[in-house]
């Protein structure tokens, strides 16, 4: 299977996996996540290991990753993902605007050890944004994976 196809592949799966964790029993869970795939306009989270993240970037150049670490960390020993924009978690919700035109596309996000990674994905689907996946471990796993 190419690239391309598996990368497809595997949103799709984690689009059907998002859709379907959770919903117990909850008809109004599952009627909204049906509802949802009809329109494709329901924004999905997906989680990456280190791995599949670079696999995927590589895939989609047209990608965003946004890191959401502090400066200190953006520049201490973890360093930073290449062509990665850095928006602290602290002040995402204020200049949210700057990726504005990203909302329509990947984005990946990656902190420090994958801890602040749900509040900024949640953060990030609130305003619009429909196709949103973390690094699982941050920067941590990231730097663990290099080779």
């Not at 009627?31 to 280190?50: D, E, F, I, K, P």
């Not at 990726?99 to 990674?117: C, Q």
Request: hydrophobic fraction near 40%; glycine fraction near 14%; aromatic fraction near 4%.
């Amino acid at each position: 299977m190419s690239g391309s196809l598996q990368s497809w592949a595997a949103v799709l799966a984690l689009t059907l996996g998002v859709a379907g964790c959770g919903s117990h029993g909850d008809n109004e869970v599952s009627q909204a996540a049906h509802v949802g795939l009809n329109t494709m306009r329901a924004a999905s989270v997906g989680h990456l290991q280190a791995g599949e993240a670079r696999g995927f970037l590589s895939a989609h150049p047209e990608a965003l990753v946004l890191d959401v670490r502090d400066a200190s960390d953006w520049d201490g020993d973890l360093g930073h993902i290449d062509g990665a924009r850095q928006i602290p978690l602290g002040e995402l919700g204020s200049r949210i605007g700057e990726i504005d035109s990203w909302k329509d596309k990947p984005v990946v996000v990656v902190d420090r050890d994958g801890t602040g990674l749900r509040n900024a994905s949640q953060a990030l689907t609130a305003a619009g944004f429909q196709q949103v996946m973390t690094v699982e471990g941050g920067m941590q796993a990231w730097r663990q994976g290099a080779f």
